[in-house]
């Protein structure tokens, strides 16, 4: 009979059919059992997993655990942050494009970060103001200098944090800078384009201070776009710093837009909501509010 060793562990990389698995004493390359197909489940990085392991022959996947939250592109599980990587000039900082990326954190129950990159070009002060100020976390980075570089390292302790930003701002030069040793590939900004290319291929998670860190290939408001549409109704939970105001509004069915004896739109006049956010919730709002939900659930 052969000998079999049961161990927990998290799916850190997929690759040719394979699942590395980390468990507490090393990294076994398994393979998913058939009833995952069966059942329509597919394993991703970030899950923890129970596998078995023969004393020869292939390491198994034989149960995925609850999931607490995941992405559909990239396929990532279990995350704890999302660093939202954005420069501050060339290309400069587009408000509502990180909007968009912290309303879809915040509705999977991910926290969401704001990095500004690329501040020796220029002041990050009005722009963390902006996310500071409704309680969501944000820095400014440099790589000239470094600065603000252990303020972000203090955040990834302990948790799995995906980095995401669009093109030529900087993500894997900050990576690069919170982790030599990683040795991610930069793309320069293309010039003719007026964008970058992508440079990283895999989704993969390295275990760094305490947590994990993914790189994510590509991964940028397209993706949030086309994969991570809220619903109307529930786009309002998606902004934190709404939810005081939330049955104080003159009208119950208010959809803070602009209707008359709207608190949220009063906390904005009195500037305790920051203007940009208002209207990135209101132009999010008009996106999404012919949609039908089978078209978002598709």
Not at 25 to 52: N, Q, S
Not at 268 to 297: L, T
Request: glycine fraction near 8%; proline fraction near 3%.
């Amino acid at each position: 009979m052969t000998s079999m060793a049961h161990k927990t562990g998290i799916i850190i990389k997929i690759t040719g059919g394979f699942y590395y698995t980390e468990a507490a004493d090393g990294v076994y390359e398994c393979k998913a059992r058939g009833v995952f197909r069966k059942r329509g489940t597919t394993p991703l990085v970030g899950d923890h997993v129970d596998i078995t392991v023969p004393a020869d022959g292939y390491c198994s996947i034989e149960r995925v655990h609850e999931r607490k939250n995941s992405l559909v592109r990239p396929a990532l599980a279990n995350l704890d942050n999302l660093m939202i990587v954005s420069s501050v000039r060339e290309p400069a900082a587009n408000l509502y494009l990180i909007d968009k990326m912290t309303a879809a954190a915040v509705s999977k129950g991910i926290t969401p970060i704001v990095v500004f990159s690329k501040s020796d070009l220029g002041s990050a002060k009005e722009l963390i103001d902006v996310y500071r100020k409704v309680d969501i976390p944000a820095f400014e980075f440099s790589c000239v200098d470094n600065r603000g570089i252990e303020d972000i390292k203090a955040v990834l302790k302990d948790k799995v944090t995906a980095f995401c930003g669009n093109s030529g701002v900087g993500k894997s030069t900050l990576l690069n800078a919170l982790f030599p040793d990683l040795e991610l590939k930069t793309g320069e900004i293309s010039d003719k384009l007026g964008r970058g290319r992508h440079t990283t291929r895999t989704v993969e998670l390295f275990k760094r201070h305490g947590g994990y860190i993914a790189d994510t290939p590509g991964f940028s408001t397209v993706d949030i776009e086309r994969f991570e549409l809220i619903r109307k109704d529930e786009l309002k939970f998606a902004f934190p710093e709404f939810e005081e105001y939330f049955g104080t509004c003159k009208f119950n069915s208010c959809n803070h837009l602009c209707e008359q004896g709207c608190r949220v739109i009063e906390a904005v006049e009195r500037g305790d909501i920051p203007k940009s956010r208002h209207e990135s919730y209101v132009r999010m709002y008009n996106e999404v509010k012919d949609i039908k939900d089978w078209q978002i659930d598709s």
